[in-house]
């Protein structure tokens, strides 16, 4: 059993930042998906896949880990790239 940590990224639709200071711990995918013979659904008899657990920090959520035997690695967040523009800078 292997998960992953990694912070929750903005939401591309909005611009605000709410719950982006939140870790995650996400279980790895043990099989692959196969679509369903009747419905043609993809899906997998691993329910470990819909497991998503918020910690408030890093350090709560590799404690939760180590607590649990759960093997992990950390998914380092993207730095935040910043685009300094002025208004006026449309009309040069």
Known sequence: ???RIYQR???AMQSGRANTDKW???FEPADAQRPDP???WAGSSDTRRQVKLMFPTLEAAKA???REGIAYHVVAAPERKLKIQAYADNFR
Do not use: Q
């Open 1 to 3: 059993m292997s998960a």
């Open 64 to 66: 939760y880990a180590d």
């Open 38 to 40: 009747l419905t043609g």
């Open 24 to 26: 995650m711990l996400e």
């Open 9 to 11: 990224p903005k939401n």
